[in-house]
């Protein structure tokens, strides 16, 4: 058995991944002149987000399943923890190394629970370890075990898919995950919900993950580091997501960085990074008269009724609640709610859907914290301008 399939648990820093270095990798497709990736080195830290950005056709594919070996290099040395891909047994390198690619690649005859057995199945598991771990990895993306494991994924929403297609890549606890356009076929907003939970499950596990988009935002909220790929996988920057965002390396990157850099800075700091309003709030069974008096005289006359486990129901305004007899039934919808994972880019995307100027913030248990709004967005955007002195950013246009 090879180390990295062995290597489970955290270090005291809370990384369980490992380093990847790829050193001169070449890869020459039979019968091409060019090669599609040529001569790449990268190295990439243990416990972190890399994501391989460019366009299509680069070789972003190729380079990335290079390191579980589906596809042999051509020339050049890949070491995974140290220890040299080449020199491991393909079928245990792979059994460490999680694997999740666009529209999930489910088993399409499997359960939900079968598929995520497959890697734990394959090395051997007990068959109660692996009843246990298919629904500790469900809970874990955020799925209800008894609802779902025995669902086929022709019975789940594309979201839902690639949920399972996460937990399947994480369920023997490999050190080093890879993840390729893994959001790539979800609606906009199902996409950011799975990339906000990517992140809350990185934040516990420290894994080595590299991931592959074409997506430049994507790549700026996810990534610990972006290596920004031309043609042949050149390596055209290899940084963090602020500093080629502040200060692209070349013209081909500043294009793909987009003239809108200043607002993708943005996506750079979570809504719980930053301070968040608050409302009056009160429970469903709460007297009405209570939050009428709490929303006397004030400028911004809105308040938010929670059920039992604080997580928010609907606004009522001091009007709605003049008529009332009780909160509940009263008031009108929520709308789009955040985390305090989701980026400032998030909110800002929710608050222009929505056309409103003030959107709800809910911790893990779905619980309220708190309110963001358009103003903390724009004096955000200013000290960020400040900070960097650039000129490009459009807080102007903002309602
Ligand atoms: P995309 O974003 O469109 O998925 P990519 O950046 O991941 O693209 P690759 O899929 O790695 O790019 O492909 C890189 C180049 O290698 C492309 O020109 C592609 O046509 C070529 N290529 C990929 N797979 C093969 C193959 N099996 N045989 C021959 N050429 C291939």
Redesign the pocket.
Known sequence: MSDIETRTGTTESGVSGVEIVLDSVTKR????HDP??DSVSLTIPAGEIVVLV????????????MINRL?EPTSGAITIDGRDAASMNPDRLRRGIGYSIQQAGLFPHMTVAKNIATVPGLVGWHRKRIDTRVDEMLELVGLDPASYRDRYPRQLSGGQQQRVGVARALAADPPVLLM??PFGAVDPITRGLLQDELLRLQADLGKTIVF?T?DFTEAVKLGDRIAV?GNQ?RILQYDTPATILADPADETVAGFVGADASLKQLTLTRVGDVELGRCPTALEQDPVEDLRNALTGKDWPWALVLDGHRRPLRWVSAQQLAHADALRGTGTPIGEILSLKSTLQDALEALLTHQTATAVVTGTRGEYVGLITIDTLVRHLSAMRAEHGSDSAAPAELP
């Open positions: 497709y039979p019968g091409h599609a990736v460019g366009p299509s056709g680069c070789g972003k594919t190729t380079t990335m399943r596809i390729d356009e592959v074409h790929l996988s």
